[in-house]
């Protein structure tokens, strides 16, 4: 049996158990797009091609599989590069689906080429450094190979974004059928890792630390090993201080929570990794710039280090370990767990350990906020109050929630951490929106809403709840807090004028809430649909209150 390019990888994109696509139709990419029409896979129009890559990242973080995003040639693909990007930074299996013009017009100035051919746009090079794989597909014959190795990338342990574009006339070609039993399109039974063997090294340097720390990343959450890493902390009485990507990953209401480790947190975390811990078992982290303090060897100086990371580029990336591992982080706790219960009576290293006795007394001098946030803090109170289980938030702003939000195991808690992009939190929710509804949170500034806002009609079109927290202070925050601290108070291109968001909301159709006071949030969270409905939620701020810490930029 015969079918075109475009039916092939509609049913390829069935087979890896992928359920939406997030785009916009164009002219080069119609063929897939009417193959769709007779799928079981639906199409999501967006309102940006931006909003279609980001959507799918948003999907793939919530789902924990692989999402899709699908364009046209040349400005439809250029407009997904920094959702791609932050797929990449994320490690999030993405595929995008681009057109492109035919081929045997390829190098004479085709509408919208790409090729790189004649001077045109050379989308293979736009996208080489933020994919882990991207191919312009020429020719029919190689099909199963360019999808092998597209699987291989979306099904791994450490997947990451792939693009595929196909020409106009590639598209239209037949091919057989049975093509795809050729290819791979679900992940491989996976074998204990080798490194598995050295877990007695780990357990026995855990069992001898004074104050071991854990310090656990967002692959513990890929991994899939958060209840092992609950078990494992119980068991030893053992802290976890979590990135902020991985905020949430144990219960940060629990005894043995240090919260986040990080230059915009409270300080908690970094005070008793400084002044008490001996040994760090680092989890999955990246000691980026973030979690580090820029760095600072004050949380590594004099400490045994074991890390644990899938991602071999990680491993003693900042700092020499003691012991380096690449694995899965669910099979090396699940082994280390195993171990410790063949110890009879082991020992529980941080068994006589009291965090609020070992927390310094100068909690004040590291506080993030001093005064003028009090409004935020009583919302992310109530948040975590109201809503104890199933809220998902996606959040731009980050730096709120770090200090005021404790994220609990029934919670998820995604900041946008890759790139950092503004205007990423409302098209990631509502992709995440489209595998399972609960009650979801957008949280961003005005700079960043007044960047994807359109989007919003997306989430109407389709009729997806979502609530959005917009903070709004007429300025980009972290620019003039910067612009403050580092240059002298010399504000530039960082204040502006804002819309009337009432008039805004009631144009998109959707409820509008005001928060000037602790009873308006209180009222909010009384009476408002906060599952069902799409709520336009906006918060005054100072711009000129700014938080206590320092980017040094």
Known sequence: MKLTVSELIVEYMERLGIRHVFGMPGAHILPVYDALYDSNIQSVLVKHEQGASFMAGGYSRY?????????????????????????????????????????????????????????????????????????????????????????????????????LSFPFNVQKEKVDSDLLDDVITSRPEQTMDAECTRTGKVLDLLLQARRPVIVAGYGCIRSGAQDLLQQLSSALTIPVASSLKAKGVIDEAGALSLGSLGVSSSGHAYRYIVEEADLLLILGAAFNERTSYVWDDNLTDDKKIIQIDVNPEQLQKVFQADIAIQGDIREILQDLLQ???????????????????????????????????????????????????????????????????????????????????????????????????????????????????????????????????????????????NQHQQYGQRFIDCDFINPDYRALAKSFGINYRFLETASDIEQLFADADLTGAINLIEMPLDKDKFPNYSSRR
């Open 63 to 163: 789902s924990g599989g692989i999402a899709a995003c699908i364009t046209t040639a040349g400005p439809g693909a250029t407009n997904l590069v920094t959702g791609i990007a932050n797929a990449y930074a994320d490690k999030q299996p993405v595929l995008a689906i681009t057109g492109e013009t035919s081929t045997p017009i390829f190098g004479r100035g085709g509408l919208q080429e790409s090729s790189g051919e004649g001077g045109s746009i050379d989308q293979i090079a736009l996208f080489q450094g933020i994919t882990r794989y991207n191919k312009i597909v020429e020719r029919s014959d190689y099909l199963a190979n360019v999808l092998n190795r597209t699987s291989q990338i979306l099904l791994s342990r450490n997947p990451g974004p792939v693009l």
């Open 339 to 481: 171990k410790l219960k063949r110890i009879p009576d082991a020992p529980s290293p941080g068994r006589s350990l009291d965090l609020h006795q070992t927390a310094s007394d100068s909690a004040d001098d590291y506080a993030v906020f001093q005064s003028g946030f009090s409004l935020v803090e009583k919302f992310f109170r109530e948040l975590e109050r109201r809503i104890p289980e199933g809220a998902v938030i996606f959040d731009d702003n980050i730096i709120f929630a770090q200090n005021f939000f404790r994220v609990s195991g029934r919670n998820r808690y995604y900041p946008n951490s890759g790139i950092s992009s503004l205007g990423h939190a409302i098209p990631a929710a509502i992709g995440a929106q489209f595998h399972h509804q609960s009650p979801c949170f957008a949280i961003l500034g005005d700079g960043g809403f007044q960047m994807c806002c359109m989007e919003i009609m997306t989430a109407v079109n389709y009729g997806i709840p979502l609530n959005i927290l917009l903070f709004n202070n007429s300025t980009m925050g972290l620019i003039r807090k």
